[in-house]
Structures are given as structure tokens and as C-alpha cells.
């Protein structure tokens, strides 16, 4: 990381707090550090409006829906895949009404697949609350032949749709959900700097 | 500012205190097409005295043959309505400014909710040509005091049908607004033009159900109040102008011969602010363009509406 460079359209993102103003509330958290951050929202002074709980998580991953099952009032929904987390999403937009809050907790990959789910009813990435959880973990989408390579750890990814490597920029696009990649080794073919994990 | 010269082709008298009036232009050529919610300056000659008011075009935004604005008369008011009612006839010539949206339809939104009190219908009469002509998903809900004072309802009613709702005062229709905003599907934006009471309520009620700022749009003209006279001294230009009860500093500055900046002239849009060297009173404010953290901060002030209680005012123009 450069010291006093940043690019304007890497996100920013920060823990959840509860929107007192509101007419419902929609969380969907994924993995055991998302169903963390949801405990960490409902130890929070909770809010009027009824409350609807999505929560992802995959056998195997360290499991917080008994303890959400105690704290949650209204709606918890917990589903054991991604698929099936997206789907309960598009059932429950579409009786939706203006005025419901929107909180993600966990990957990039998973807050910006909500993202994209959620602009089709009219819903702007801005307005969804947003933390990050769990892992740095970048999608990576390629400039030369377009493919998106989700799960990249390190500062260069080998591209999943053309097989070149790219160097994982900070340049962030909200419509694509993912970082620019370029061909790294372009000028000097096969000179590829050391490759480090630095997405963990 | 480029002007187009206009004169009155027609005027009608829609209900006891709104006329509609028919501008034409006077070198016979196309008006320029405008977007729904478009507002126009008109210029008025009062005994020598120019004033300028912005009025809401509510024709259709692709007839470029003539532009239509309705008036309300405002007894207590500077006279500028006064004078469209009683002065202005047919074959009169007037200046008017190009059209300018600051109540611009949000082309994203899934759903648009208009709602209209009083006079408040004219930016809405273009906007639902539009919307009908997009073919987009809309409800305009009307509120005014009386049956005699809704104008144009029959009209819209015909146009546009069920997507017309009304709330007629003195038959006890009552517009509840935070149940009206507290039904309405995600992605619907809303905008409400009507007295400044009704428009604060409706975004009070859209904020306190969590509705984002960027859907809710609203338009309020303010008319210049009167006050005390007080002078200003411009600083670049080096003149001192003395602003007199019944005129803005804009206007007042404008008599003097200064060319100052200006768009909405009803502390809409900003175009006029000028920054503030001194004081030795109180500025008073009446926009809505500024936030109340500006206002208090005291080093601007949108001259058009807004007006100093003090013996000399200095700006930066």
C-alpha cells in the first residue's frame, strides 16, 4: 500500500448501525464473521420497524444462527448456500416498500451481488449500509478479455477467462462488483513480479 | 441573459384567483422544447419599475408553437401577480427568460409520486406529458381548499384518469401524507410543489420513513418579502445601491444598472449568491438554497430573496 495514494472508487466500508428512521429492515450477513457483525448490530438499541434476517452459511463454517435465533424478533432466514441466500433476497424485494434499510455484512463478492439484485427495484448502492467481513478477498475483472475472477488473495491473479496474469488494481467498479486487472507482464513477456498475499 | 420577446395570445380565467395565460413569440418562430417541471422568469414593467417573476410552464413540452403559465393572484404580495391579473391583456408584449428545470424527473425511478397543493399542480401539468408519454408508472395526488380552487382537475382528470387523485379541503379530504409515502414500492421517487408548510411536512414524513434524500424532490418558489430599506455596496463594481422596502436587493441592484447573476429569482437555485464582506445588522434569509449552517455563518446571501436588517450591507460584486 502506497502512503498517500488512494483511488476515489475503491470503496469504503464500516460497521453497521441501525437506521432509526425507517419503515422495515433488511440484514443479510454471510459466513461466521457476517453472523459476528449481526450480533454486534443487535447488541445495538433496536429499532421500531419490523426486521428481516438473510443469513448464508456454508456446513462447516463456525455457525452463529442459534445464538441469532434468541435475538432476532421477527424474520431470520438462514440458508446453507449462496444461491439460495440470493434467492430468498428476490422473493422478499418485491413486496418491499420505500423506506426499507438495507445492511450487508461479509465478502465484496457478497455485497455487491446484493448490490446488483437490489438496483432492479430502484435501490442505489449508496444507500445500502455496507461492512466488510470475513475476507479481503477481491473479484478481478479483466481488461483484455472481460472474464470476472472472483477470490483473488494475491497482488497478481491469474486470469480464470484468458489465462494472463493481472496485476489487481484498486480501481473499483460498483456496476461490475469488481477491481481492474491488467496484463502484468505486457512490455516484458514472462517478467512477473514476486506474487504476495496481501488479500487474505 | 438572453430573453425571448412574447406576447399574450390568450388569457382565461380558470378559477376566481388563477388566469392561464398563452405566450407567442413575437419573431413568429418555434419556442425551444422544453423538459416537465421547466420554469420561465417573466419580466413586468410596474410603473417603471421591472420586476421579475418565475412562473412553471404547464403546457406540453413538445409544443413549441406556444408557452403556457398560470398566475395566482397574491394581494399581499409585491404586485407582480397583481399586475398579470389586472394589467397584462391580450397582445401585451413581455420578456421571458429560456427554460430552466430545477424539478426535473428522475428518469431511474421505478414509480414517481407527485403531489400538488394549490397552485403547486402548475409544474406537474408538464411533467405528467412527459410521463404519460414515456409511458412510466405515476399517481399525481392533488390537494387544494376548495372545489372552485382546483383548477385544472377536470382537465388532468380527463387526461390522465385514475392516476388522479384529489383531496378537497372543505369536503374533509384530508392528503395524509406519511400514510401515502409509507405504502409506496422500492425505487419510487417523490416530489411535492405546494405552499411551504405542506412541502415541509411531506419531506419531514419521507425522511422519518427512511426515505433516501436523493428520492425526494421538492420546488418552492419563494416571492421577494418586503422589509426595511437598507444600502449595499457593491465592492467590485464600486457603487452603493440603496435597496428600498418593497424591492430585492436584486432587483433594487439591477434598477442601478449592475449586471447581477440570477436564474430562479425565488431562492431556488443559487445562481445569485454573493458572498458577504460585512454587515452592521443582521442579514435576513429567506431561501431555501442555503443550509441553516451557511445562514447562521453569515458570508452569503441569495439577493433575491434575502435582505439585510442594517444600515449598510457590503458584498462582493
Redesign the interface.
Same mark, same amino acid.
Given at each position: 500500500m502506497e502512503r498517500g495514494y488512494w483511488i476515489r472508487s475503491k470503496p469504503v466500508y464500516s460497521a453497521l448501525v441501525w =437506521?432509526q =428512521? *425507517?419503515?422495515a429492515h433488511l440484514v443479510l450477513v454471510e459466513g461466521s464473521a457476517g453472523g459476528l457483525a449481526a450480533m454486534k448490530l443487535f447488541q445495538q438499541m433496536l429499532p421500531q420497524q419490523s426486521i428481516t434476517v438473510i443469513y448464508e452459511i456454508e456446513a462447516g463454517d463456525a455457525d452463529y444462527t442459534s445464538a441469532l435465533k434468541k435475538v432476532v424478533p421477527d424474520d431470520l432466514q438462514v440458508l446453507s448456500s449462496h444461491d439460495a441466500a440470493m434467492k430468498a433476497l428476490e422473493a422478499y &424485494?418485491p413486496k *418491499? &416498500?420505500? +423506506? &426499507?434499510?438495507i445492511y450487508v455484512a461479509g465478502s465484496e463478492k457478497f455485497m455487491w451481488d446484493i448490490a446488483q439484485v437490489?438496483q432492479q427495484? +430502484?435501490?442505489?448502492d *449508496?444507500?445500502i449500509a455496507k461492512e466488510l467481513t470475513g475476507t479481503l478477498a477481491r473479484s478481478v475483472y479483466c481488461v483484455h478479455c472481460k472474464a470476472i475472477t472472483h477470490n483473488a488473495h494475491t497482488n497478481i491473479q491469474v486470469c480464470a477467462g484468458c489465462g494472463k496474469n493481472l496485476f489487481v488494481r484498486d480501481h473499483f467498479s460498483r456496476r461490475l462488483g469488481a477491481y481492474m486487472g491488467l496484463m502484468v507482464d505486457a512490455e516484458d513477456p514472462g517478467q512477473i513480479p514476486e506474487i504476495e498475499e496481501i488479500y487474505p | 441573459m438572453s430573453h425571448i420577446n412574447v406576447k399574450v395570445a390568450a388569457i382565461e380565467q380558470v378559477t376566481a384567483l388563477i388566469k392561464h395565460f398563452t405566450f407567442v413569440r413575437e419573431d413568429g418562430q418555434a419556442f425551444p422544447v422544453f423538459s416537465g417541471g421547466s420554469h420561465v422568469v417573466v419580466s413586468m414593467n410596474i410603473n417603471g419599475r421591472i420586476q421579475r417573476n418565475a412562473y412553471s410552464l404547464m403546457g406540453n413540452p413538445e409544443e413549441t408553437e406556444s408557452y403556457h403559465i398560470s398566475v395566482r393572484r397574491q394581494e399581499k404580495s409585491r404586485g407582480g401577480s397583481v399586475h398579470m391579473h389586472d394589467v397584462l391583456k391580450v397582445g401585451d408584449s413581455l420578456q421571458i427568460t429560456y427554460p430552466v428545470n430545477l424539478f426535473a424527473l428522475e428518469k431511474r425511478a421505478h414509480k414517481h409520486l407527485l403531489i400538488a397543493g394549490g397552485i403547486g399542480i402548475t409544474p406537474f401539468m408538464s411533467q405528467i406529458k412527459d410521463l404519460e408519454r414515456n409511458k412510466a408508472n405515476y399517481e399525481l395526488h392533488y390537494a387544494y381548499r376548495a372545489p372552485e380552487h382546483g383548477a385544472f382537475s377536470k382537465e388532468i382528470k380527463a387526461n390522465i384518469g385514475n392516476k388522479l387523485v384529489t383531496y378537497v379541503q372543505s369536503e374533509g379530504g384530508e392528503l395524509n401524507l406519511r400514510a401515502l409515502l409509507s405504502k409506496q414500492p422500492l425505487g419510487t421517487h417523490v416530489y411535492v410543489c405546494g405552499p411551504g408548510p405542506m412541502v415541509v411536512a411531506m419531506i419531514e414524513a419521507a425522511r422519518s420513513l427512511g426515505w433516501p434524500e436523493n428520492h425526494i424532490h421538492s420546488e418552492q418558489f419563494t416571492a421577494p418579502p418586503t422589509g426595511e430599506a437598507f444600502k449595499v455596496k457593491l465592492t467590485k463594481t464600486k457603487i452603493e445601491v440603496t435597496v428600498p422596502p418593497e424591492m430585492s436587493m436584486l432587483e433594487a441592484m439591477e434598477a442601478a444598472g449592475v449586471d447581477a447573476p440570477y436564474l430562479c429569482r425565488g431562492g431556488a437555485c443559487g445562481r445569485c449568491e454573493l458572498e458577504v464582506i460585512c454587515t452592521d445588522g443582521n442579514l435576513l434569509h429567506h431561501d431555501n438554497y442555503l443550509s441553516d449552517a451557511e445562514k447562521a455563518a453569515g458570508k452569503k446571501i441569495m439577493p433575491c430573496v434575502s435582505r439585510a436588517k442594517c444600515d449598510l450591507l457590503e458584498v462582493v460584486l
Open positions: =437506521q =428512521q *425507517a419503515n &424485494l *418491499a &416498500l420505500m +423506506g &426499507l434499510r437490489v427495484y +430502484g435501490v442505489e *449508496a444507500d | -
